[in-house]
């Protein structure tokens, strides 16, 4: 990091730190909220999700009140460093690329990448020569953007601000597949939005890309609170909490090995 | 003409009173500002980051003024008849082309382009049928359509304002003389008109170069996308600032360009008396 940046963000922390100890009891849990099943909001506004029980099962345990803020995926990370909220609780992947902006807490599940193609798609499987040329749509400033890059550089990579917009493309017939979390396209594809469309296959996972599954992040240099989420992640996989919330919206287990 | 610089009043003397102090404290803060942010970008320039996003961040510029150019030039066009329609004296005539500036200039263009970019999306089944899914299926002709029809209702409403403005006499004049409708059009009411249309067109260039960042939220690598693309990548925030030095320099290429031609345009009215 550079000197100016560093000093931005040492500035930045030593603000949330003596912010944070006057109101203790209150954390801002920064999320996107356009991420079925993970984070989305419902037809009343209401956030919901994986990601959101999750969170909620969290601060419970820490015994914190937590207040979420929805942030735009884009400029989730620059939030955070502005001090908008705390912590991202957002299916974010853990990534060499963002730990040099923020820190991660352990995982909280890792699921692979897949492929999603039209019903009607005349490919089929995702390999560089077979995606050559073809549209592929993605939301930027994700693992999954970063993956189609480096393993279908010959494909048309398009990128979206949300999900949603890539989801209504491939519907319409102007993307050939989108790369995204092999959950999010599931959950996507047996719902009457996405029946125009289906799995194309799930992709190896690869560990330099995706990292070591989504994380929470939070600013650097806040130790204390990446410990108490550490063990409130223990503490939730210990007590069954978290295989309660699994089974609420998977029938297979998230976390991985 | 030295008779002539005699009658000027004396100039005023000028006291160093608050507004002014003011004015170069101010001027002082946007230049220190302004040298810092210098220093900041020369000291975090790194050949890595330009070498990485550098390319690309120029081939979205290009892409831009490709995107700008093309929008402009076919608004012109189609603001013509627009403009036409809005001088014409039917009634039925005038309504709808003041209704299709109003819609035009009335909503946001990110409104615009997602209507027409994912509303097309959903009527899929009708543009094959006629053949147009083709055109509408491609991001680029999508936002080159809208940005054109946007634009177009800027232009007829500034050439419309413009020639309102050439008096009535000139035009009865030209009909006296006996000169046909198109010779009064293009000698007489053009020439006066674009002088006084030069410099709202000139503001309307400059909204489009800035709006056409637009594009990169439909899936167009313009110089607003890749600079998405490069901040996604790096989190580096000159990024932002490298975007925003490239629209400067192209707002200032057509800022003299249009110094230029209004010189030109305007040489006869340039009195010698310097």
């Keep these: 990091m550079r000197p100016t940046l560093r000093l931005a963000v040492a500035a930045a922390a030593l603000m949330a730190a003596t912010g944070f100890s006057q109101a203790q009891e209150k954390l801002r849990i920064g999320t996107e909220g356009a991420y079925p099943p993970f984070n989305y909001t419902d037809a009343s506004g209401q956030l919901m999700g994986f990601d959101i029980d999750i969170a909620n099962a969290l601060c419970e345990e820490m015994q914190v009140e937590c207040e979420f803020v929805t942030q735009d995926w884009d400029g989730i990370i620059p939030a955070l460093q502005a001090n908008r909220f705390d912590a991202i609780i957002a299916s974010m992947s853990i990534t060499e690329e963002r730990r040099q902006q923020v820190d991660f807490t352990n995982k909280y599940y890792n699921t692979p990448p897949a492929i999603a193609v039209p019903e009607d798609s005349d490919l089929t499987e995702a390999t560089p020569e077979s995606l050559s040329g073809k549209a592929l749509g993605a939301q930027s400033s994700t693992t999954h953007s970063n993956y189609a890059e480096a393993k279908f550089p010959d494909a048309d990579l398009r990128l979206y601000p949300t999900a949603e917009e890539y989801k209504l ?49 939070i600013r650097k240099g806040e130790d204390e609170l990446r410990e108490r989420f550490n063990d409130a992640i223990a503490a939730i996989r210990e007590n069954g909490t978290y295989q309660e919330i699994n089974e609420k919206y998977f029938d297979f287990d998230v976390y991985g090995d | 003409m030295s008779a002539k610089s005699d009658l000027r009043p004396p100039p005023r003397a000028r006291r160093w009173d608050a507004p002014r102090v003011a004015g170069h404290v101010l001027m002082g803060v946007w230049i220190a500002a302004g040298v810092l942010l210098a220093i900041y970008l020369v000291g975090a320039f790194s050949t890595d980051f330009a070498q990485r996003y550098g390319f690309r961040m120029l081939s979205g510029f290009w892409t831009t003024i490709e995107l700008v ?43 615009q382009t997602f209507l027409v970019y994912y509303g097309a ?101 313009d110089l607003m996308g890749e600079t998405r693309r490069a901040f996604s990548r790096s989190f580096d925030f000159q990024t932002y600032i490298w975007a925003a030095i490239l629209y400067l320099v192209l707002v200032e290429t057509l800022r003299r360009l249009w110094d230029v031609m209004e010189r030109r345009l305007t040489r006869h009215l340039v009195r010698d008396d310097t």
Excluded at chain 1, 203 to 212: F, V
Excluded at chain 2, 73 to 89: F, H, N, Q, W
Excluded at chain 2, 190 to 207: D, F, I, K, S, T
């Design chain 1, 169 to 217: 493309d491939l519907s319409s017939g102007r993307l050939d597949g989108v790369i995204d979390d092999v959950v999010v396209l599931s959950e996507w594809v047996d719902s009457e939005d996405g029946a125009c469309c289906k799995i194309l296959t799930p992709l190896p996972l690869d560990p330099e890309i995706n990292g070591e599954g989504a994380g929470i992040a």
């Design chain 2, 69 to 111: 150019t093309l929008s402009l030039l076919i608004g012109a066009a189609i603001s013509l008849p627009v403009a036409a329609g809005r001088l014409s004296p039917n009634p039925v005539i005038g309504a709808l082309a003041y209704g299709y500036v109003y819609f035009f200039r009335g909503t946001p263009l990110l409104a």
């Design chain 2, 121 to 221: 999306g959903s009527f899929r089944a009708e543009l094959d049928a006629v053949g147009l899914w083709t055109f509408f299926r491609d991001a680029w002709f999508c936002a080159v359509f809208t940005f054109s029809l946007n634009t177009s209702a800027y232009q007829a409403e500034i050439l419309a304002g413009a020639i309102r403005t050439v008096p009535r006499s000139q035009i009865e004049a030209g009909q006296a003389l006996g000169l046909s409708r198109y010779v009064i059009a293009t000698r007489i009411v053009l020439p006066q008109a674009l002088v006084v249309a030069l410099r709202p067109y000139g503001n309307e260039v400059v909204l489009m170069i800035k709006g056409s960042a637009i594009a990169s939220i439909i899936t167009i690598y």
